[in-house]
């Protein structure tokens, strides 16, 4: 029995020695050491041995077992090591590398960027507001009749929730107006606020979207006037679509502003000539108006002593109306399509 040991252990340890290679090597590993190997059913034999015999015949069985390991696993460590070294030799650190490729920013990301720093560069301060709001916040407060549409079912989002003792139902808010409300609430005047924002409403086409951004403008502060809002909104229509469009404002009615005001660009493709695009010269942007008297009293301004301007307009619709960016469909925006994405 000893000698089949050693037997075992001579020729265990020369083929593991010339195994050239990592699968070599494992075969010879199962050849010796797994179940059906020769050293595996050797042991097993020890079983039947004269009791006296066994002791040392076990010993000599580890020693032949632990002698195969050691040379397995420094000849691993040697192909390993060897594998490295060839993989080394064969590149050429001198080739150019593969560039990989590189994402960019979604295009509403980059638009809400440009448009901040436009804002920001005039002294305007770049808040966030809750995308779940109250009722209170999102219409009460901002002088909404009970029955107006926008508070229907059928237009905005409301959240199956327990509806606040104060504030009403809780909806995800339509606008971003909502911010006006709790700026004021939180701080007083001078304010010169920029709240960008996702909004919701119950609307799905070629210009809609059920979930949208908008940046709100709100200034407030002493001898604030028309000429001002006007001001501002010369200054971003030049800034972020260029030197050639003019902008427009015709009386409107919007609830939280009066006066309110549409606010128009003109046309990129005829720059207010008239074109197939625009039928007389203009598009329409958004909307605007001064802070309306109810609003100031329902957060605690004096409308006696300060008066301001308010304008919220869509992300989406301000990109898609910007010279270049030819998108007929809103939804495209959001469809993850690589291969218009990619373009921008």
């Known amino acids: 029995m000893e000698e089949e040991l050693l037997s075992i252990k001579n ?8 195994a050239s290679d990592l699968e070599t090597l494992e075969d010879i590993k199962l050849q010796f050491l797994g179940k059906s190997g020769k050293l595996t059913l050797a042991i097993k034999e ?11 015949v076990g010993i000599l069985a580890n020693e032949v077992k632990s002698t195969i390991e050691e040379a397995i696993e420094n000849q691993e460590s040697n192909l390993k090591t060897q594998a490295s070294k060839r993989i080394r030799e064969k590149i ?10 590189l994402g960019h920013l979604h295009l509403v990301t980059q638009a809400i960027e440009e448009i ?5 560069s005039i002294g305007f301060e770049r808040k966030r507001y809750p ?8 219409f009460e407060a901002l002088n909404f009749p009970p029955n107006h549409p926008a508070r229907d079912d059928w237009e905005t989002f409301f959240i199956d929730s327990e509806p606040h003792k104060k504030f009403g139902p809780m909806l995800l808010t339509p606008h971003t107006s909502s911010g006006q409300i709790r700026e004021m609430e939180r701080n007083k005047p001078p304010i010169k606020m920029l709240n960008i924002a996702k909004c919701y409403r119950r609307q799905s086409d070629v210009s809609h979207t059920p979930m949208f951004h908008q940046f709100e403008g709100l200034v407030v502060d002493r001898g604030i006037s028309i000429a001002h809002l006007k001001g501002v909104l010369d200054f971003f229509v030049k800034s972020y679509f260029g030197d050639k469009r003019e902008s427009r404002i015709r009386p409107y009615h919007f609830e939280f502003t009066e006066p309110s005001f549409e606010v128009d660009v003109t046309c990129g ?6 074109c197939r ?3 007389e010269g203009w598009l329409e942007l958004g909307g605007a108006g001064m802070v309306h008297p109810n609003v100031f009293k329902n957060v605690g301004i004096d409308h006696g002593e300060f008066t ?24 495209l925006l959001y469809s993850n399509k690589l291969e218009f994405l990619e373009q921008f």
């Open 277 to 279: 695009l625009c039928k």
């Open 131 to 138: 995308e779940v709001e109250w009722d209170w916040y999102a």
């Open 46 to 56: 020890i079983a039947k041995l004269p009791q006296e015999r066994r002791p040392s």
């Open 269 to 274: 493709v005829c720059l207010g000539k008239g």
């Open 116 to 120: 901040t720093e436009i804002f920001k």
């Open 11 to 18: 020729n265990a340890v020369s083929l593991i020695l010339d």
């Open 92 to 101: 050429d650190v001198t080739n150019p590398g593969i560039r990989p490729p």
């Open 308 to 331: 301001g301007f308010a304008f919220g307009w869509g992300v989406e619709r301000v990109l898609m109306m910007k010279e270049g960016i030819e998108i007929d469909d809103i939804r």
